[in-house]
Nanobody, 120 residues
Framework: QVQLVESGGGLVQAGGSLRLSCAAS????????MGWYRQSPGNQREFVAS???????AYAESVKGRFTISRDNIKKTIYLQMTSLKPEDTAVYYC??????????????WGQGTQVTVSA
């Protein structure tokens, strides 16, 4: 059973930066696509970014140009570098593992989440 553990969240002022990390356990990490999602109070969980096993990335329009997803298959870790943060980026951020090399379906495996709060 794969476990995903996020870290790096916190409180930051608008315009600031944070880097989230997600460490995975289990085998075959490098085979699967990985992603980041977020959920703010009263809203559904939404897609933020994904990365295929080959390193191809995709982003939600709301974060494109500000966030960068990356992966280190040796460390079994993915990252989300967030810059030019806005108050509307405030949410719990979740790491997710897809079931295939590309993010073709909703991921079944989630981390526990890490809180990101952006103050105005």
């Amino acid at each position: 059973q794969v476990q995903l553990v996020e870290s790096g969240g916190g409180l930051v002022q608008a315009g600031g930066s944070l880097r989230l990390s997600c460490a995975a356990s289990g085998s075959y990490f490098g085979f699967y696509a990985m992603g980041w999602y977020r959920q703010s109070p009263g809203n559904q969980r939404e897609f933020v970014a994904s990365i295929t096993n080959g390193g191809n990335t995709a982003y939600a329009e709301s974060v494109k140009g500000r966030f960068t997803i990356s992966r280190d298959n040796i460390k079994k870790t993915i990252y989300l570098q967030m810059t030019s943060l806005k108050p509307e980026d405030t949410a719990v951020y979740y790491c997710a593992q897809y079931t295939r090399p590309t993010p073709s379906s909703p991921p079944p495996t989630w981390g526990q989440g890490t809180q990101v709060t952006v103050s105005a």
